[in-house]
């Protein structure tokens, strides 16, 4: 059972989840080596947990060489979780937008632009506020809300403009919650595991639940996710116990994963004060927070290691 990705921070919890499923395994990094063309890939399942984030890390070449081992693994026949299809989902919020527009789950009206150029016009066709975000997103990245045209004249126009790492920022509607909060729905083999309520009353667009991207409540870590504490104590993640299979949005989404070949992910929603249900993130590289899985009797990092387990027990 391999694992390929470019950040060794988030493997542990799946290494010791895999360890007491007793599945082998072993991490493939996706930041330098080589691969023979001439040559088949060796036998196993391989799952991909490639990052849009992967340059805020020092591997913007992350998701090139993921392209290209996963199409050397694809043409051999290998099993792929999350391969090279899904891989360009994750890199890019405007294909998560169509694959999610397509299967008429509500999006919010969403502008793409590339390059600085046309950034102030287009933005004049969104009334305040709205918010900016990276095409190539994760972490929160180039998230801002802007509450006037003049405001973002003067973002674009100055030095703090946060370049996105493809040059496409997305002008996006700003999204009023009723309750000050957003959801985020986990799958793993392409099927409901549970829903996670994540609060956003501090305003942070940040919202990663992996343990090492916590840091205390009172501060941020640049380097890691930049998420406020996850203490159990004091956890911005719980549970949602009202959300489960049979909820017509997770029946839509297990729809769209089953027909884009997305098999573990994290898919993020927003409920707001107009009535509105509106889907605006699909994660395909997910971690897991240890305060909302305290009380479960099998972690979700160990249903990822028996469903990938199963797997591999196939090719045997």
Not at 101 to 108: C, G, L
């Amino acid at each position: 059972m391999y694992v390929l990705h470019e950040n060794p921070d988030w493997i542990p919890p799946f290494q010791a989840a895999f360890d007491l499923e007793g599945v082998p395994l072993k991490e493939w990094s996706l930041t330098s080596g080589s691969i023979d063309l001439s040559q088949p890939p060796p036998e196993g399942v391989f799952w991909s947990r490639l990052s849009a984030s992967s340059h805020t890390r020092g591997n913007p070449f992350a998701k090139d060489y993921a392209r290209a081992v996963l199409r050397w693994l694809e043409a051999a026949g290998r099993r792929v979780i999350n391969g090279s299809e899904v891989l360009e989902l994750e890199v890019s919020k405007v294909a998560q937008h169509l694959a999610l527009s397509s299967a008429r789950i509500e999006v919010p009206r969403t502008v793409a632009v590339f390059g600085r150029a046309d950034l102030s016009d287009r933005a004049r066709e969104f009334t305040p506020p709205f918010i900016t975000k990276h095409n190539q997103g994760g972490k929160g990245l180039g998230v801002r809300r802007f509450d006037s045209h003049a405001e973002f004249d003067t973002y674009v126009g100055g030095g703090e403009f946060e370049e996105s790492a493809d040059d496409i920022t997305l002008l996006q509607e700003y999204l009023t919650a009723a309750e000050p909060c957003i959801t985020r729905v986990e799958f793993i083999g392409g099927r409901f595991a549970y829903a996670v309520r994540v609060d956003t009353a501090a305003g942070s667009f940040e919202l990663c639940p992996a343990e090492a991207c916590a840091v205390p409540a009172q501060g941020f870590a640049p380097a890691a996710c930049e998420v406020p504490g996850t203490g159990a104590e004091n956890s911005l993640f719980r549970r949602r116990e009202d959300i489960d299979a049979h909820t017509p949005l997770i029946v839509e989404l297990e729809a769209l994963l089953a027909a884009t070949g997305i098999e573990i992910a994290g898919v993020e929603f927003i409920e707001t004060t107009d009535g509105r249900l509106v889907t605006y993130d699909v994660n395909t590289n997910t971690n897991y927070n240890p305060a909302v899985e305290a009380a479960e009797e099998i972690s979700a990092a160990r249903r990822v290691a028996r469903f990938l387990g199963n797997e591999l027990s196939l090719l045997r």
